[in-house]
Each structure stands twice: as structure tokens, then as C-alpha cells.
């Protein structure tokens, strides 16, 4: 409700307006785009690259995917079961670059993380902090099996590592 003082006459209350309409109007909101200047954006791409292609060995019949196949229930003859595919591994991508994007940020912010240990230290941070235990707080409510947990916790951070490793290691 507008006080007195704002309706005092009609010309008062549709300047009041005009002037609230035109500051919310031209209010320049703009995103602070510091923190991405100084990443090193080929080590980045790198690291999500490392991070695709550990999955495609994580996932392969050489380790996981007779286990993952069984706790999924996926079937691989099931013509239907690659339908999106291509869709589906854009958008791991695109993932795991913004997760390479994330630790190269906090690398950049932190002191001192740099080399391959900086890299194992920093990976293994976000790894098991954000990417593991969020897997762990959706599969504890789905009741999923904790061998499926195992396989994609340990992908997630050994993946996390791995591109860790790559963006601490590169020297711009």
C-alpha cells in the first residue's frame, strides 16, 4: 500500500511510478566475469577430455560394465537402449567441461595448488566432496545398490583427479 506522501496528488503518483518503472527497467545487471579471465581454457578442455575418455574405459567390458550392466538392468541388445546416445554423450561432455571449468576456478583461487599433487589434493577434494557425495545423497533416497555406487562414486573421482591433475600440471 502507497503512504500519503506518495498519492498525495495524481501528477505526484505517476512520476512515482514512471520514476520506480524506469529504475527497474534500466538497472544494469550485468555477471562479474572476473573469475574467468586468467583460466587456462586448453587445460580445461584437456581435463574434460581426460575425464570423457576415463569413461570409456571405466565403462568398458575390460572393467565395469558387466557389473554396471547388472546393477542398471541395462540391456545392451535392446536396440531401443542406444537410441539418444549421441544426446547423451554431449551432455556428459558438456558436464564434465563445467566441472573441469569448476576446478580450475578453485585452482586459480587457492594458494599453492599446483602439479600433479596439487592436482591429486584438488581432485580428490571435489571428487569425493561434491561429485561423490552428491551421488551418495541421491542413491541413499533411490535405494539403489551400493555396488552401482561404488562404480560411479569411483568414476566421478578418479575422473575429478584426473582432470585435476591436467589443469594444476599446465603452465600457462
Not at 577430455?49 to 557389473?67: D, E, N, Q, T
Not at 537410441?83 to 567441461?97: D, N, R, T, Y
Request: proline letters at 3%.
Amino acid at each position: 500500500m502507497l503512504s500519503s506522501e506518495l498519492i498525495a496528488s495524481p501528477l505526484q503518483s505517476r512520476k512515482t511510478v514512471c520514476i520506480f518503472r524506469y529504475r527497474l527497467t534500466k538497472t544494469n545487471y550485468t555477471m562479474n566475469t572476473e573469475i574467468f579471465k586468467d583460466l587456462n581454457w586448453i587445460a580445461i578442455l584437456c581435463g574434460a577430455l581426460a575425464y570423457f575418455a576415463l569413461g570409456a574405459l571405466w565403462y568398458s567390458k575390460i572393467l565395469f560394465a558387466p557389473k554396471w550392466i547388472e546393477y542398471t538392468k541395462v540391456d545392451p541388445n535392446n536396440p531401443d537402449a542406444k537410441k539418444g546416445m549421441g544426446m547423451l554423450m554431449l551432455m556428459s561432455f558438456i558436464w564434465m567441461f563445467i566441472t573441469a571449468t569448476a576446478i580450475a576456478i578453485l585452482r586459480e583461487r587457492m594458494a599453492d595448488v599446483d602439479g600433479w599433487m596439487g592436482g591429486i589434493k584438488l581432485g580428490g577434494l571435489t571428487g569425493f566432496c561434491f561429485g561423490a557425495a552428491s551421488l551418495s545423497i541421491s542413491y541413499l533416497y533411490e535405494k539403489r545398490p551400493s555396488g552401482l555406487y561404488w562404480i560411479n562414486g569411483g568414476y566421478t573421482l578418479v575422473g575429478n583427479i584426473l582432470a585435476a591433475i591436467i589443469i594444476c600440471s599446465w603452465h600457462n
